[in-house]
């Protein structure tokens, strides 16, 4: 018989689980060694942080805005600073501090925008609201929010998003002072409408976790428009969100996928080998290379795709180390390189931080330890991630 | 949330009275993994540090050694922690009590329970085992692990093979996580010391055998357990580290309480536990990890050097300084040519004329213009002055090291002050707050080990020849106690004791470990044919690759083998002989039988033994001391003095009734008696006629075995032997006439 194996490593999963019983301190810990240890790592990182913050806005003390926005900010960039070679966590925290900042200001100028239809309500919009108390000292009706960008859109990424990429506010930044925050008058918000405040906020973040979660699948929509029928695509490392594209691709298109990874595991086990074994049942044909061989596949390459880790202000971006090799390689070889990334992992910085935009892996996974003299003789410096300047990329795909 | 745990302990105890039968607690337990921490090793390695530290304290890349090993139950999902301290426990139990992360009420520590276990009279891992076997913590599969250990390795698969192990069968009671370092020279490897050897099958992974073998030791043979060669295929080990993760199930417990005198988990337990495979019928299994992942113990001060190296390697990620693992660490990989690799923590400032690479420095640590620093961890707030030379060392908190000087390969523990133009060879251990004093010139050899306090914990005489005027600080001297034995050149400890691998100075004999010995009843046809059969099988690549340091070489060992059983069988057989009361000669048989078990010896190797002890009590009653008895009556005495004696010969020393046999004993008697110095040969002969005859006597040996060995071509090899046969021309020829009457009226004297 074969017992259900005990997982007995922590992961997300379990946290996730106990995020309800456990003290927020807890969470936070737990969180934070998971990112240290990488048992946590990708995608899921973004999603993890906008829970945890939906725990903080949930089970800390806050009376007014301010107190709120300093709660979040701090457990924020505890989060950034334990992973920093994850920029996506420090776009999560970025958007629920906007988000709060955004439904404070509503409920501030509700007075102002109070004759506003209410058809400008986006989705996430008090409907869903239990509004129940009305700030007692404002009398007035609903709060609505900011109606500005709001009628731009017709899909639900919130609003804070564009903020966020247009201001690029230095307020915004994780690692910044937070100072500056409190010099808009948000604090005169009442402490009655904490309530609703910490509803409404809470439902905002539920939104962005739903945005994350769906972006996959929003970018895998485009997929038969990129991919054409007898394409030879190249795929760098793929990560979930091309994997998704791929097999969406698959369904409608019959095209060769070439995959690349960095080195042969020792193992001898085939790389991506569930991947593989979807794409063939699709009846697609998948070839596995090395890195190092791939300028002699180019010419017959159509395109390359890979999955970024964060997208940064220049346009550059951040993903598995070998993307350069691939991207330059189409480069010379005037083919397209796609880069697939959410909208969650557009970064209001620069490239600024040499250390950590390289981030160091096991060195064992390059070399052997077993390996006495190699181990001696050598350094290893094993980049599991490397940027990638703009002039390299030439389409991006989002969630938009 | 913290609250429940207070209770888990109280109830694990009442619970656990019979721990070996504490199945439905098992079940119930099951989802909760528990882990023992053995926080102390009962060993001096790392002194004069731990003389003031426990090692598990000592900061390795600047974060105490315990941290990792939490960090890496932690990150296995371990839930109940129990550690066993010895020494300096109450340090421990502070460290862990201030630790926002470890401490057990606090709401970060991972674990649901962290329990301090003390034991007061506790001298070895073994007493360690014990004790938790009497309190019955523990529910269902536990894991055993050091408190000196690093690692990676990710244990829900290792774990769920040993679980359904254990379903298949109950008595596969533990695995065992061991690392292959390779083939090759590897530093892992030559900082162990000792070489631990493993016998695996490797189709289930199950360990057979275990085996200690170090440079030290005068012989060079491992010896093989016959049974293993029916093994259809067997892999013999040696590049295997040992990182001390051992999954067990209570049962180890169990078998720990059973073996009162096992000290050692490895050397003596598993080795114990292993040799007596068919008694106990315990399983024990091994997980190879060859690569990806980590695993080690900082259990020697070579070892410490290789991990701190492998940490900086990164070997050992995500346990690596730019990971931050400690509460308050803020390290950063620095970029910047002339730092390249390194990492520094906040507030660090290095001059900007200085090379600092591959190093790990503190907080508030500075480092002077013109300084190299390469290959080395510096703790916090220490200052380096200019000009200073630092190369793979390791370099505590608050040290100070002036103007000029130059560190290389030492470790330099808190507090130090190195003052000007100090040379600090390679090996050197400089403790807590020793001072050198401007321009000491340590010695290269012996190898400086400095320290303020002298190994019983005493101040020390400060030593102004060794560190100056200005100096703190005298040689550290190893207290040479009773312990003699352990002292002696062979012993292993020597080398581990060092921060350097050196054999310089030891008395190491010239072979390398090249001979794998196989028993001495086992010809090399024997092995010849198993790896004939191995290569059928088709597996023999592993095992050759794996044996190339080892060479069958039959003979040698055989000779060592026997030598050792024969001259304590000898010994005391002659022992009980000579013992002047009529006791029974059973208890010497059972001792007889007990020392062939234990060392297997052959048919003829214990025929061999008997005959010498007869011939040489025979031999020693002719001598005036002894009574000078003419050899009739000195045969007569020596095999009938005794009741059993000659049963005894009949049945052990002969052996079957075969002319063979008797033959082959006769002649055993023949050479015995030659190799009696104070025999001359003619005597002798004598002798030998009236043992024969006396044995002839008693039924012992018949016409027909005497007449074997009488034309046996081995009887007359030289001079010597032909004079003492030629003494029993008579008796044989008497023999050869011999009625069947005489035979009858001589059987009576059987009865006695």
Same mark, same amino acid.
């Given at each position: 018989?074969?017992?259900?194996?005990?997982?007995?490593?922590?992961?997300?999963?379990?946290?996730?689980?106990?995020?309800?019983?456990?003290?927020?301190? /807890?969470?936070?810990?737990?969180?934070?060694?998971?990112?240290?240890?990488?048992?946590?790592?990708?995608?899921?990182?973004?999603?993890?942080t906008?829970?945890?913050?939906?725990?903080?806005?949930?089970?800390?003390?806050?009376?007014?805005?301010?107190?709120?926005?300093?709660?979040?900010?701090?457990?924020?960039?505890?989060? /950034?600073?334990?992973?920093?070679?994850?920029?996506?966590?420090?776009?999560?925290?970025?958007?629920?501090?906007?988000?709060?900042?955004?439904?404070?200001?509503?409920?501030?100028?509700?007075?102002?925008?109070?004759s506003?239809?209410?058809?400008?309500?986006?989705?996430?919009?008090?409907?869903?609201?239990?509004?129940?108390?009305?700030?007692?000292?404002?009398?007035?009706?609903?709060?609505?929010?900011?109606?500005?960008?709001?009628?731009?859109?017709?899909?639900?990424?919130?609003?804070?998003?564009?903020?966020l990429?247009?201001?690029?506010?230095?307020?915004?930044?994780?690692?910044?002072?937070?100072?500056?925050?409190?010099?808009?008058?948000?604090?005169?918000?009442?402490?009655?409408?904490?309530?609703?405040?910490?509803?409404?906020?809470?439902?905002?973040?539920?939104?962005?976790?739903?945005?994350?979660?769906?972006?996959?699948?929003?970018?895998?929509?485009?997929?038969?428009?990129?991919?054409?029928?007898?394409?030879?695509?190249?795929?760098?490392?793929?990560?979930?969100?091309?994997?998704?594209?791929?097999?969406?691709?698959?369904?409608?298109?019959?095209?060769?996928?070439?995959?690349?990874?960095?080195?042969?595991?020792?193992?001898?086990?085939?790389?991506?080998?569930?991947?593989?074994?979807?794409?063939?049942?699709?009846?697609?044909?998948?070839?596995?290379?090395?890195?190092?061989?791939?300028?002699?596949?180019?010419?017959?390459?159509?395109?390359?795709?890979?999955?970024?880790?964060?997208?940064?202000?220049?346009?550059g971006?951040?993903?598995?180390?070998?993307?350069?090799?691939? /991207?330059?390689?189409?480069?010379?070889?005037?083919?397209?390189?796609?880069?697939?990334?959410?909208?969650f992992?557009?970064?209001?910085?620069?490239?600024?931080?040499?250390?950590?935009?390289?981030?160091?892996?096991?060195?064992?996974?390059?070399?052997?330890?077993?390996?006495?003299?190699?181990?001696?003789?050598i350094?290893?410096?094993?980049?599991?991630?490397?940027?990638?300047?703009?002039?390299?990329?030439?389409?991006?795909?989002?969630?938009? | 949330?913290?609250?429940?745990?207070?209770?888990?302990?109280?109830?694990?105890?009442?619970?656990?009275?019979?721990?070996?039968?504490?199945?439905?607690?098992?079940?119930?337990?099951?989802?909760?993994?528990?882990?023992?921490?053995?926080?102390?090793?009962?060993?001096?390695?790392?002194?004069?540090?731990?003389?003031?530290?426990?090692?598990?304290?000592?900061?390795?890349?600047?974060?105490?050694?315990?941290?990792?090993?939490?960090?890496?139950?932690?990150?296995?999902?371990?839930?109940?922690?129990?550690?066993?301290?010895?020494?300096?426990?109450?340090?421990?139990?502070?460290?862990?009590?201030?630790?926002?992360r470890?401490?057990?009420?606090?709401?970060?520590?991972?674990?649901t329970?962290?329990?301090?276990?003390?034991v007061?009279?506790?001298?070895?891992?073994?007493d360690?085992?014990?004790?938790?076997?009497?309190?019955?913590?523990?529910?269902?599969?536990?894991?055993?692990?050091?408190?000196?250990?690093?690692?990676?390795?990710?244990?829900?698969d290792?774990?769920?093979?040993?679980r359904?192990?254990?379903?298949?069968?109950?008595?596969?009671?533990?695995?065992?996580?061991?690392?292959?370092?390779?083939?090759?020279? &590897?530093?892992?490897?030559r900082?162990?010391?000792?070489?631990?050897?493993?016998?695996?099958? @490797?189709?289930?992974?199950?360990?057979?055998?275990?085996?200690?073998? &170090?440079?030290?030791?005068?012989?060079?043979? #491992?010896?093989?357990?016959?049974?293993?060669?029916?093994?259809?295929?067997?892999e013999?080990?040696?590049? #295997?580290?040992?990182?001390?993760?051992?999954?067990?199930?209570?049962?180890?417990?169990?078998?720990?309480?059973?073996?009162?005198?096992?000290?050692? @988990?490895?050397?003596?337990?598993?080795?114990g536990?292993?040799?007596?495979?068919?008694?106990?019928?315990?399983?024990?299994?091994?997980?190879?990890?060859?690569?990806?992942?980590?695993a080690?113990?900082?259990?020697?001060?070579?070892?410490?050097?290789?991990?701190?190296?492998?940490?900086?390697?990164?070997?050992? $990620?995500?346990?690596?300084?730019?990971?931050?693992?400690? &509460?308050?660490q803020?390290?950063?990989?620095?970029?910047?040519?002339?730092?390249?690799?390194?990492?520094?923590e906040?507030?660090?400032?290095?001059?900007?004329? +200085?090379?600092?690479?591959?190093?790990?420095?503190?907080?508030?640590?500075?480092?002077?213009?013109?300084?190299?620093?390469?290959?080395?961890?510096?703790?916090?707030n220490?200052?380096?002055?200019?000009?200073?030379?630092?190369?793979?060392?390791?370099?505590w908190?608050?040290?100070?090291?002036?103007?000029?000087?130059?560190?290389?390969?030492?470790?330099?523990?808190?507090?130090?002050?190195?003052? =000007?133009?100090?040379?600090?060879?390679?090996?050197?251990?400089?403790?807590?707050?020793?001072?050198?004093?401007?321009?000491?010139?340590? @010695?290269a050899?012996?190898?400086?080990?400095?320290?303020?306090?002298?190994?019983?914990?005493? @101040?020390?005489?400060?030593?102004?020849?060794?560190?100056?005027?200005?100096?703190?600080?005298?040689?550290?001297?190893?207290?040479?106690?009773?312990?003699?034995?352990?002292?002696?050149?062979?012993?292993? +400890?020597?080398?581990?004791?060092?921060?350097?691998?050196?054999?310089?100075?030891?008395?190491?004999?010239?072979?390398?470990?090249?001979?794998?010995?196989?028993?001495?009843?086992?010809?090399?046809?024997?092995?010849?044919?198993?790896?004939?059969?191995?290569?059928?099988?088709?597996?023999?690549?592993?095992?050759?690759?794996?044996?190339s340091?080892?060479? +069958?070489?039959?003979?040698?060992?055989?000779?060592?083998?026997?030598?050792?059983?024969?001259?304590?069988?000898?010994?005391?057989?002659?022992?009980?002989?000579?013992a002047?009361?009529?006791? %029974?000669?059973?208890?010497?048989?059972?001792?007889?039988?007990?020392?062939? #078990?234990?060392?297997?010896?052959?048919?003829?190797?214990?025929?061999?033994?008997?005959?010498?002890? $007869?011939?040489?009590?025979a031999?020693?009653?002719?001598?005036?001391? &002894?009574?000078?008895?003419?050899?009739t009556?000195?045969?007569?005495?020596?095999?009938?003095?005794?009741?059993?004696?000659?049963? $005894?010969?009949?049945?052990?020393?002969?052996?079957?009734? =075969?002319?063979?046999?008797?033959?082959?004993?006769?002649?055993?008697?023949?050479?015995?008696?030659?190799?009696?110095?104070?025999?001359?040969?003619?005597?002798?002969?004598?002798?030998?006629?009236?043992? #024969?005859?006396?044995?002839?006597?008693?039924?012992?040996?018949?016409? %027909?075995?005497?007449?074997?060995?009488?034309?046996?071509?081995?009887?007359?090899?030289?001079?010597?032997?032909?004079?003492?046969?030629?003494?029993?021309?008579?008796?044989?020829?008497?023999?050869?006439?011999?009625?069947?009457?005489?035979?009858?009226?001589?059987?009576?004297?059987?009865?006695?």
């Amino acid at each position: 018989m074969a017992p259900a194996r005990t997982i007995y490593a922590p992961s997300w999963e379990k946290l996730e689980k106990a995020l309800k019983t456990q003290p927020l301190e /807890a969470s936070i810990e737990a969180l934070i060694f998971l990112l240290k240890r990488r048992q946590l790592h990708g995608d899921a990182c973004a999603d993890a942080t906008a829970s945890i913050l939906r725990q903080v806005v949930a089970k800390s003390k806050w009376h007014d805005v301010d107190d709120l926005l300093v709660q979040v900010q701090k457990a924020g960039s505890r989060l /950034a600073q334990a992973a920093p070679h994850e920029p996506v966590i420090g776009n999560v925290v970025r958007r629920v501090m906007g988000l709060i900042r955004d439904e404070a200001t509503e409920s501030r100028n509700a007075d102002d925008f109070g004759s506003e239809s209410a058809s400008d309500i986006q989705s996430l919009a008090p409907a869903t609201n239990p509004l129940v108390p009305v700030p007692t000292t404002r009398p007035g009706p609903t709060p609505i929010r900011l109606p500005t960008l709001a009628s731009t859109t017709s899909f639900h990424v919130s609003k804070s998003m564009f903020n966020l990429l247009s201001i690029a506010d230095p307020a915004d930044s994780v690692a910044g002072s937070f100072m500056t925050g409190t010099s808009t008058p948000i604090s005169q918000a009442q402490p009655a409408s904490v309530h609703a405040l910490r509803g409404e906020v809470m439902d905002g973040i539920d939104e962005i976790i739903d945005e994350i979660s769906q972006a996959d699948d929003q970018i895998a929509s485009f997929a038969d428009i990129q991919i054409h029928p007898g394409d030879f695509v190249l795929v760098h490392q793929p990560t979930p969100t091309v994997e998704k594209f791929l097999v969406r691709a698959a369904a409608k298109r019959r095209f060769t996928v070439l995959i690349s990874s960095l080195s042969p595991p020792q193992t001898g086990e085939v790389p991506y080998a569930a991947l593989r074994k979807k794409l063939s049942a699709a009846g697609i044909r998948t070839i596995n290379l090395a890195t190092n061989g791939l300028m002699a596949y180019m010419p017959k390459v159509n395109k390359v795709i890979f999955g970024a880790r964060a997208v940064y202000q220049n346009g550059g971006l951040l993903a598995d180390s070998g993307a350069y090799t691939a /991207a330059r390689a189409a480069h010379e070889s005037s083919k397209p390189v796609i880069v697939l990334s959410g909208i969650f992992k557009f970064c209001p910085e620069d490239p600024s931080d040499e250390a950590s935009k390289h981030e160091l892996g096991n060195s064992s996974s390059t070399v052997s330890y077993a390996d006495g003299s190699t181990v001696d003789a050598i350094e290893i410096e094993n980049t599991v991630a490397e940027y990638v300047p703009p002039n390299l990329v030439d389409v991006y795909l989002t969630n938009l | 949330m913290s609250s429940k745990h207070g209770g888990r302990g109280g109830g694990g105890a009442s619970k656990g009275k019979k721990p070996a039968k504490a199945g439905a607690a098992e079940e119930k337990r099951e989802d909760a993994l528990q882990a023992v921490i053995l926080a102390d090793s009962f060993q001096d390695r790392f002194r004069p540090f731990t003389l003031e530290t426990p090692r598990c304290l000592l900061p390795l890349a600047n974060t105490p050694i315990i941290e990792y090993t939490l960090e890496y139950l932690a990150s296995a999902g371990v839930q109940e922690v129990f550690i066993y301290c010895g020494a300096h426990s109450e340090k421990i139990e502070t460290y862990i009590h201030d630790s926002a992360r470890w401490n057990p009420s606090s709401i970060l520590c991972p674990f649901t329970s962290l329990e301090f276990i003390r034991v007061s009279d506790a001298n070895s891992i073994g007493d360690f085992l014990r004790d938790l076997d009497k309190r019955g913590l523990i529910g269902g599969d536990f894991l055993l692990v050091h408190g000196d250990l690093v690692a990676n390795i990710p244990l829900d698969d290792a774990l769920a093979r040993h679980r359904a192990r254990r379903e298949a069968n109950r008595d596969a009671c533990m695995t065992m996580i061991l690392r292959s370092a390779g083939v090759e020279e &590897h530093r892992a490897k030559r900082a162990r010391g000792i070489t631990p050897t493993f016998v695996i099958d @490797p189709t289930s992974g199950r360990c057979l055998q275990y085996e200690e073998v &170090h440079p030290l030791q005068s012989d060079h043979y #491992l010896e093989l357990d016959p049974a293993i060669l029916k093994m259809p295929e067997f892999e013999i080990r040696s590049d #295997l580290v040992d990182c001390g993760i051992d999954i067990c199930t209570p049962d180890v417990l169990a078998l720990w309480s059973e073996s009162f005198d096992y000290e050692l @988990p490895r050397k003596n337990f598993l080795h114990g536990v292993l040799k007596d495979w068919e008694l106990n019928g315990k399983l024990i299994h091994t997980e190879i990890i060859e690569d990806r992942c980590y695993a080690a113990r900082a259990s020697n001060l070579q070892m410490y050097d290789c991990l701190s190296q492998d940490i900086l390697g990164g070997w050992t $990620f995500p346990y690596v300084p730019g990971n931050n693992f400690l &509460h308050g660490q803020t390290y950063k990989r620095v970029k910047d040519g002339a730092r390249s690799g390194s990492c520094f923590e906040e507030g660090v400032l290095v001059a900007k004329k +200085s090379k600092v690479s591959k190093s790990v420095l503190g907080r508030g640590t500075e480092v002077g213009s013109g300084t190299v620093v390469s290959k080395s961890i510096i703790g916090r707030n220490c200052r380096i002055g200019k000009n200073v030379r630092i190369e793979n060392s390791y370099i505590w908190d608050d040290v100070t090291i002036e103007d000029g000087s130059s560190v290389i390969r030492s470790i330099l523990a808190s507090g130090a002050v190195i003052g =000007k133009d100090c040379q600090i060879p390679p090996g050197s251990l400089i403790s807590y707050g020793v001072q050198l004093g401007e321009g000491t010139q340590l @010695p290269a050899k012996p190898i400086p080990v400095i320290s303020l306090l002298t190994h019983d914990g005493e @101040p020390a005489k400060t030593d102004v020849s060794l560190v100056g005027e200005k100096g703190q600080g005298a040689f550290y001297e190893e207290a040479v106690d009773e312990d003699d034995e352990d002292a002696d050149e062979t012993d292993p +400890s020597v080398l581990q004791k060092s921060l350097l691998y050196s054999l310089d100075g030891l008395n190491l004999s010239s072979s390398s470990i090249s001979t794998l010995a196989s028993h001495d009843s086992m010809d090399s046809d024997d092995i010849d044919s198993q790896i004939t059969s191995l290569q059928g099988a088709g597996d023999v690549t592993p095992v050759r690759s794996r044996l190339s340091s080892f060479a +069958s070489d039959d003979g040698a060992a055989a000779a060592i083998k026997s030598d050792a059983f024969h001259g304590d069988a000898v010994h005391g057989l002659l022992d009980a002989l000579r013992a002047d009361d009529n006791g %029974d000669f059973d208890s010497a048989k059972l001792e007889f039988m007990g020392l062939r #078990l234990a060392n297997n010896a052959s048919d003829s190797s214990m025929r061999r033994a008997i005959a010498v002890a $007869f011939a040489r009590r025979a031999a020693e009653l002719l001598t005036p001391e &002894h009574g000078g008895l003419e050899p009739t009556k000195a045969a007569e005495q020596a095999f009938s003095s005794k009741k059993g004696a000659v049963k $005894f010969i009949k049945e052990v020393g002969v052996g079957a009734e =075969k002319a063979d046999n008797q033959a082959e004993f006769a002649l055993a008697l023949q050479k015995a008696l030659l190799g009696v110095k104070s025999l001359e040969n003619a005597r002798a002969g004598a002798l030998l006629a009236a043992m #024969l005859q006396k044995l002839y006597s008693l039924d012992v040996l018949e016409e %027909d075995g005497i007449i074997a060995w009488w034309e046996d071509k081995r009887a007359s090899g030289s001079d010597s032997m032909d004079k003492i046969k030629e003494k029993c021309r008579v008796l044989v020829e008497w023999l050869e006439n011999a009625d069947e009457e005489d035979s009858e009226e001589e059987s009576e004297e059987d009865d006695e």
